[in-house]
């Protein structure tokens, strides 16, 4: 295979986008869920690379990642069903623990030139 990948790019799911300042708040609807807030900081540098493919196969990561992109965007906000949230809780998780991490600790990771962190506190 050849050929560029798709970019990164947030699903439809996503219903309201708000900037406050160095903040990004996305908010997608929890359906008939209990609604969640999964937080991506930025980070000076990862201790786990990911692949495109890692962030698309997981709704709270494509609807958050792409947006660090942004200049001035420090911190993104995702509002969103529990489901959501600990499928990427969860998965983070999973990745830290296959890099030899220790788990549910803060852990940083990049895709390209972004480096980020999950807050991984209940």
């Known amino acids: 295979m050849t050929g560029r990948a798709p970019p990164l790019e947030p699903t439809?799911?996503?219903?309201?986008?708000?900037?406050?300042?160095s903040e990004l708040h996305v908010e997608s609807d929890p359906g008939q869920f209990e609604e969640r807030e999964l937080v991506i900081t930025r980070a000076d540098k990862a201790e786990v690379g990911l692949l495109p493919?890692?962030?698309?196969?997981?709704?709270?990561?494509?609807?958050t990642v792409p947006?660090?992109?942004?200049?001035?965007?420090?911190?993104?906000?995702?509002r969103?069903?529990?489901?959501?949230y600990h499928t990427a809780r969860n998965y983070v998780e999973m990745l830290a623990s296959d890099a030899g991490l220790p788990p549910r600790e803060p852990t940083t990771f990049g895709i390209a030139d972004v480096a980020f962190q999950v807050d991984l506190t209940d």
């Open 12 to 21: 439809d799911a996503i219903e309201e986008i708000e900037r406050q300042g």
């Open 53 to 63: 493919e890692h962030v698309r196969l997981v709704e709270g990561l494509r609807n």
């Open 67 to 78: 947006f660090l992109a942004s200049d001035g965007i420090e911190t993104i906000r995702y």
């Open 80 to 84: 969103t069903a529990a489901p959501r």
